[in-house]
Nanobody, 127 residues
Framework: QVQLVESGGGLVQAGGSLRLSCAAS????????MGWFRQAPGKEREFLAA????????NYADSVKGRFTMSRDNAKNTVYLQMNSLKPEDTAVYYC????????????????????WGQGTHVTVSS
């Protein structure tokens, strides 16, 4: 099993930046592909970004492509989401998730593929 704890959320003005972190417990972090999702009030959970176990493959939702960058540091058991050019519509609770996968290059983009979730961190972007 893996436990996930997000941090780095907060209040930022439109056009600003934030970097979210997700720290994972356990010694097998590199066995998990990772993803970032968000959920705004009244909306369904939305895929944002995913990274393979090795960190070599990434995938982004069109809504954040070119603005958000996901990375991972397996030595630190941590994944990051660098968010630039933030917009008010980016306001949401942001979650990281882990999927135990045999392949080191596979990524997953659906919430159902992830078995482990953090508690979420709030991001508010003011106009």
């Amino acid at each position: 099993q893996v436990q996930l704890v997000e941090s780095g959320g907060g209040l930022v003005q439109a056009g600003g930046s934030l970097r979210l972190s997700c720290a994972a417990s356990g010694r097998t972090f590199s066995s998990y592909a990772m993803g970032w999702f968000r959920q705004a009030p009244g909306k369904e959970r939305e895929f944002l970004a995913a990274v393979s176990r090795s960190g070599g493959n990434t995938n982004y939702a069109d809504s954040v492509k070119g603005r958000f960058t996901m990375s991972r540091d397996n030595a630190k058991n941590t994944v990051y989401l660098q968010m630039n050019s933030l917009k008010p519509e980016d306001t949401a609770v942001y979650y990281c998730a882990a999927a135990f996968l045999a392949s080191s290059i596979t990524i997953r983009t659906t919430a159902a593929a992830y078995g482990y979730w953090g508690q979420g961190t709030h991001v508010t972007v003011s106009s």
